[in-house]
């Protein structure tokens, strides 16, 4: 059933919340493959996880910041773009990670 | 793309700044790419009008800016009152004034031979300190509440936008009581004159002023009259107030530095030496209260501001004329 107005602020702030891990996992698992922004969104909205620009760059930055991801810049169809990668400490990260959501997955399956 | 680097310039000014650069270059990729998508599947260039739809869409410049400073610290007691994107500005601006508070004190009561203890400086720093926090945090507020680009709106995009009927409408309820007001000074000077009316006149120099002020009033008042009817008509409001803060540059100086006193002790208490002084009073507060620099000041600052949102319109009217003429260029050998 869809939200009343009075629950819609309610229930977009626990959506945001129940996304925002989800799609830090998403992310990792994307850039296994090096991307840069506007085809890692592309990537993302095709398998159903749409995100807009001003989540995801602030997102990157931070994960890069953590050492979870490297970034360069380059030349590509004649503009320069910033590409993005898992680094060492990302992959050695994402796989335990992995683990972790499978794990709540299936929790919340048999819970459900 | 202008309208895009205008706008991504005003995302920038709220960005850190050592990062600033490199998340506008990231940012402007990816909205090019957005719009050379939108372009391909429209068949076509995008107009101006769809492209500033787009980038409202894409949420105005603070709020954008404010995903990147997430980390950046902020005034926090419980709640926010001063978010990360105006902190830096808060701090910029409290320790200017502080600095300068601090200086004239110093210098003061050096040069008054006082001496100099904490106490002398803790009330003004105190009184520093709440009133600039008070103005940042109501700052914060209407910037939550309004996330339009009401403040500073890159004036390409301000160009774009309809003019609010609301915005019409809150200058005509401020500006109507002033040209009643100004109509009624000739027939009731007390009303700016107060009880001294009873003693004073207006001088034949205010007379020299009184019909240039009152044009001023009205073209500011039509503007807002046009603009209510005509919300499209979004170069009247810049043009409109170039031009009347333009004239009001000379019309303020002649007032204030050149003109002759603007009332008179009446005849029937000339030479009374108390009425003479409060001719005198009188005059200097008009000329330094009412009509002081301040009002020249803000005269001619203002021009310049609208000066600059001036600008777009004459960018998109050369480019409408240079438009019109190589068209006519290009028919005429088919002629």
Redesign the interface.
């Known amino acids: 059933m869809p939200p009343g107005n009075d629950n819609h602020e309610l229930f977009e702030n626990l959506r945001l919340e129940l996304r925002r891990g989800s799609l830090i996992l998403a992310v990792l698992v994307m850039l296994r493959v090096e991307h840069?922004?506007?085809t890692l969104?592309k990537a993302l909205a095709d398998h159903g996880m749409p995100i807009d620009?001003?989540?995801l760059?602030?997102l990157l930055?931070?994960l890069e910041t953590q050492g979870l991801l490297v970034s360069e810049?380059r030349e590509e169809d004649k503009?320069?773009?910033?590409f993005y990668r898992l680094s060492a400490e990302g992959k050695a990260i994402l796989k335990p990670l992995l683990a972790e959501w499978q794990g709540i997955n299936t929790s919340l399956n048999g819970i459900l | 793309m202008e309208l895009l680097d205008s706008y991504l310039r005003a995302v920038k000014r709220y960005l850190p700044r050592a990062q600033s650069s490199d998340i506008i270059k990231e940012l402007s990729d990816d909205l090019r790419s957005q719009l050379e998508e939108k372009e391909t599947a429209a068949g076509c260039p995008l107009t101006d009008e769809e492209i500033a739809a787009f980038l409202k869409q894409h949420g105005d410049p603070m709020t954008v800016a404010r995903r990147y400073r997430q980390d950046s610290p902020s005034l926090t007691i419980g709640w926010e009152l001063i978010g990360p994107e105006l902190f830096p500005m808060y701090l910029i601006l409290l320790s200017i004034n502080l600095v300068i508070t601090i200086a004239a004190l110093t210098i003061v009561s050096l040069s008054m031979r006082a001496q100099i203890t904490w106490q002398t400086f803790t009330l003004p720093v105190i009184i520093q300190i709440f009133c600039v926090t008070l103005a940042f945090m109501a700052m914060n507020v209407v910037k939550r509440k309004f996330p339009q680009p009401w403040y500073y709106p890159p004036a390409e995009m301000a160009a774009m936008m309809q003019i609010k009927r609301g915005y019409s409408i809150s200058g005509l309820i401020l500006w109507s009581p002033v040209l009643l007001w100004w109509l009624a000074l000739p027939r009731f000077p007390s009303l700016i004159l107060g009880s001294a009316a009873a003693h004073l006149v207006l001088a034949p120099s205010w007379h020299n002023f009184y019909v240039p002020i009152l044009l001023l009033v009205l073209a500011s008042i039509s503007q807002r009259v046009l603009n209510l009817f005509y919300p499209d008509w979004t170069w009247l409001l810049p043009v409109m107030r170039l031009l009347i803060n333009a004239a009001s540059v000379p019309v303020l100086y002649f007032l204030l530095f050149k003109s002759q006193p603007l009332v008179l002790v009446a005849a029937a208490f000339q030479g009374v030496p108390q009425y003479e002084k409060l001719a005198e009073a009188v005059n200097g507060s008009l000329v330094w209260g009412v009509f002081g620099p301040w009002l020249w000041g803000y005269a001619g600052i203002s021009a310049l501001v609208y000066a600059w949102y001036c600008l777009p319109h004459l960018r998109r009217l050369l480019r409408g004329k240079a438009g019109a003429s190589s068209a006519t260029v290009s028919q005429s050998p088919e002629k």
């Not at chain 1, 503009?79 to 910033?82: G, H, I, L």
Request: proline share 6%.
């Open positions: 840069y922004g506007y969104r620009e001003g989540t760059y602030p930055r931070r810049w503009r320069n773009k910033r």
